[in-house]
Structure formats: C-alpha cells, structure tokens
C-alpha cells in the first residue's frame, strides 16, 4: 500500500509561483508512472504533468512552458512548480502514482488546493 500526501498548496497573486510536494511511502525510484492531475469546481479531474520511471514527462498544453515536473528519488518526492499561475490554474491538485502493470496499482494523495488570485 503506498500513501501519497501531497502539500505546497495556497493562495497566490496571478503571475506568481508556487511548489507543489508529493511524497510517497514507498520508494519512486521503482515506480512505473507519476503525475499530478487538478479538478476545478464543476469540471472533471484532468492531467496536468507527468513523469516516467525513466523521466520522461509530460504537460497539458496549458501548463507547458509554465510548470515543471521533477522528482527526488532519494527523498521519494515529486514536485510541481508552478510559474507564472492564472486565475484558470486554481484547482485542488492531486499527486498520482501507478507503481507496476496490473490492478491494484493506482494511488492517489488527499489534494491540494491552489487558489489564484486576479
């Protein structure tokens, strides 16, 4: 069982910046997949960024150039920083892991809420 918790989260000035922590019980190095998705009121839970094992990442169009992904295997954490944040990024951000092929592999953290101010 792995448990993700996530933190970093508030609020801030539109055109500010913001980290976002996730760290996990078990070792990441290991697994298959990371990511951070973020769920707006009212709309669906949508992907945000994502890391490989082997670090490839991954970006919404509408983060890419302004959010990075980045993980410490040795302190089992991943990261989001977030720059230059909008008004529209404002959501509770969720860490995820798939940790190996097959069911019973998918985590997920408790949220985060970043609220932007304009």
């Known amino acids: 069982q792995v448990q993700l918790v996530e933190s970093g989260g508030g609020l801030v000035q539109a055109g500010g910046s913001l980290r976002l922590s996730c760290a996990a019980s078990?070792?990441?190095?290991?697994?298959?997949?990371m990511a951070w998705y973020r769920q707006a009121p009212a709309k669906q839970r949508e992907l945000v960024a994502s890391?490989?094992?082997?670090?490839?990442?991954n970006y919404a169009d509408s983060v890419k150039g302004r959010f990075t992904i980045s993980r410490d295997n040795g302190k089992n954490t991943v990261y989001l920083q977030m720059n230059s944040l909008k008004p529209e990024d404002a959501a509770v951000y969720y860490c995820?892991?798939?940790?190996?092929?097959?069911?019973?592999?998918?985590?997920w953290g408790q949220g985060t809420r970043v609220t932007v101010s304009s």
């Open positions: 078990g070792s990441i190095f290991s697994f298959m997949f």
């Open positions: 995820y892991a798939k940790t190996r092929v097959g069911s019973e592999s998918d985590y």
């Open positions: 890391i490989t094992r082997g670090g490839i990442t």
